[in-house]
């Protein structure tokens, strides 16, 4: 059989994607082989779109507009702007502004301390954290990061990081998620909502 | 927040793949604003590469090179030329030519009877094989369909299609995996397989 270049290609660099494996980018690769309504070409000019015309803030690392960095989170009057909420991805910053709960700055620290994905802390944005906290006037540090281990280890180094800087630096809750049942809650979440009790 | 337009584009475009949620489409769109190693271009260029290079051969429905339509399967001489292989798509004829247990010609009918996905007998290439039957002198169809209740009934359309045609009419068998034991085998598979029992 001829030797399908332009296919192999198309399923090297789909497999790339995070959680696509060589099957999926298989099935993936015929699907838009197959396709009927110019959906390649579609993708791709979507992506040549989103490859010029947006960036990582180089302020907070959420996605901005590649005219606007700082973006707007950062340089937009914010009624808790005193406050910088720390999380692990841009995603995570898109996520807390849509729950609407959070009206301060942010700082995506683009990864967490993982040493099983050889993730260190040379490769999180923890200088430019440390210059903003110096320049930008914070009172308070949230840390919005995940329950798991490479998590906790991340917030504990950061607790550590600011330990001697002029903030307070606290975590989000952990406990019972909205509309959930002491029946259907695991262990660890459990154990962690009674140890954050709080008093009414 | 600003509106991010390119961003909201990708995952739109991300979601229309088969299988690729809007969800699973956010999660991609945002690794690849992230990454650093230039994917999101390697991506589109990949596509672009295999848009402008791929093709399906007009005559058997495979995956193949623009340059080179109809398609080597097709067109090549093949030990068991007389013998046409009906599958449902493209990524059919791979996964058998990789098998090796075939060596005549193939027609993709490019999806099957599927009422529930809008799917009829209009929307097969049921015209070109009656074409290429008549054509190209064909001694028998196999039809290389999968075990559900909408694979049957193309079986059946394909069958019946073709009662009053030069043609003998097979189906692949149907019955245990290879390496599979009676023990871990379903109800549906051991019957099919008693069914199609084979003297020895």
Do not use: W
Not at 143 to 152: C, H, I, Q, R
Not at 156 to 175: C, D, H, Q, W
């Amino acid at each position: 059989m001829d030797h399908l270049a332009p296919l192999d290609n198309l399923v090297a660099a789909l497999s790339r994607l995070p959680g696509i494996g060589r099957r999926t980018a298989e099935r993936l690769a015929m699907a838009l082989v197959q396709d009927r309504k110019g959906l390649m070409r579609i993708l791709a000019n979507a992506l040549l779109e989103a490859d010029d015309g947006l960036a990582c803030c180089e302020r907070c690392g959420s996605v901005t507009l590649s005219t606007r960095n700082p973006c707007e989170l950062c340089t937009r009057p914010r009624k808790e702007a005193r406050i910088l909420c720390i999380v692990e991805s841009p995603g995570d910053i898109l996520k807390i502004e849509e729950s609407g709960g959070f009206h301060g700055r942010y700082h995506a620290l683009m990864g967490r301390i993982s040493p099983m994905h050889g993730t260190g802390v040379a490769d999180l944005r923890m200088d430019r954290l440390l210059e903003r906290i110096a320049d930008e006037g914070f009172e308070e540090v949230v840390l919005a990061l995940g329950t798991d281990a490479e998590s906790d280890a991340t917030a504990s180094y950061v607790r550590e990081l600011l330990a001697n800087r002029p903030v307070t630096v606290s975590r989000i809750a952990f406990g019972l998620p909205a509309g959930s049942a002491i029946e259907y809650s695991d262990a660890a979440t459990l154990a962690r909502a009674l140890r954050g009790r709080q008093s009414m």
